[in-house]
């Protein structure tokens, strides 16, 4: 059975400091995806990496997905409240079309 | 190009109730997904169909649980019977084609009392 892992499960921070967030994996996958969700919304597509060892920015966020595609990191630089969310990866099933969902990150930013 | 759609937002059921939650995809997507996703936990997946065509459906319950996807229309998850264990957020997927991306709608709140 495909799991995915995150860590660390809550994180609350100061606005302007950095942090990063974890997906691990016993299983390969062929890509990973990263979901930001804000109470009472669905989850919003941020990236998605598909090549070992690929590094993907979008503004002062850092997606990198590991060489053996078994895991990714996400690494948030100088934090602001907006950035406050659920954080989710997901990978593909091997076998289906259906999304495996990591067990989430809520991460909490005071001004 | 309006993303994918669900209603009703809030639904509250009384046990023994029946819940039906629509979902409209994204235009030119031929494929839904439906998840639920329990308080405080990440999203599990419940079924995926194409028009008129339940592909997968082995994360849903046996009973009181169905899925329709059909020509017309929008993609109808119904639960039967409700339950209080019921009570989560349903939310729909759609992607044009296999192993493309999943645009997620807003979700269904259901709350059964």
């Known amino acids: 059975t495909q799991l995915l892992e995150q860590s660390p499960q809550f994180l609350s921070i100061q606005e302007g400091e950095n942090l990063t967030v974890y997906c691990n994996s016993s299983?390969?996958?062929?890509?990973l995806q990263w979901y930001r969700q804000e109470p009472g919304e669905g989850p919003v597509l941020l990236v998605t990496?598909?090549?070992?060892?690929e590094v993907k920015k979008l503004k002062r966020l850092t997606f990198q997905f590991g060489d053996a595609r078994k895991d990714s990191s996400l690494h948030i630089t100088a934090a602001q409240p907006g950035d406050t969310g659920l954080y989710l990866c997901?990978?593909?099933?091997?076998?289906?079309?259906?999304?495996?969902f990591g067990t989430g990150t809520r991460l909490q930013v005071f001004p | 190009n309006a993303g994918v759609m669900q209603n009703p937002r809030h639904l509250v059921r009384r046990r023994g109730q029946e819940a039906r939650l629509r979902c409209s995809p994204m235009?030119?997507?031929?494929?839904v997904y439906w998840y639920r996703q329990l308080p405080e936990e990440g999203l599990k997946f419940m079924v995926y169909?194409?028009?008129?065509?339940?592909?997968?459906e082995s994360g849903m319950p046996k009973e009181r649980f169905s899925a329709e996807f059909p020509k017309e229309g929008p993609s109808i998850l119904r639960i039967q019977q409700v339950v209080r264990g019921d009570s989560a957020a349903y939310f729909c997927?759609?992607?044009?084609?296999?192993?493309?991306?999943?645009?997620f709608g807003p979700g269904t709140r259901l709350l059964v009392l």
């Open positions: 169909l194409q028009k008129e065509n339940i592909i997968d």
């Open positions: 235009k030119g997507h031929s494929h």
């Open positions: 990496v598909v090549t070992g060892g």
């Open positions: 997901a990978g593909p099933d091997h076998n289906t079309d259906k999304l495996i």
């Open positions: 997927a759609s992607s044009p084609g296999q192993r493309e991306t999943q645009y």
């Open positions: 299983s390969v996958f062929s890509s």
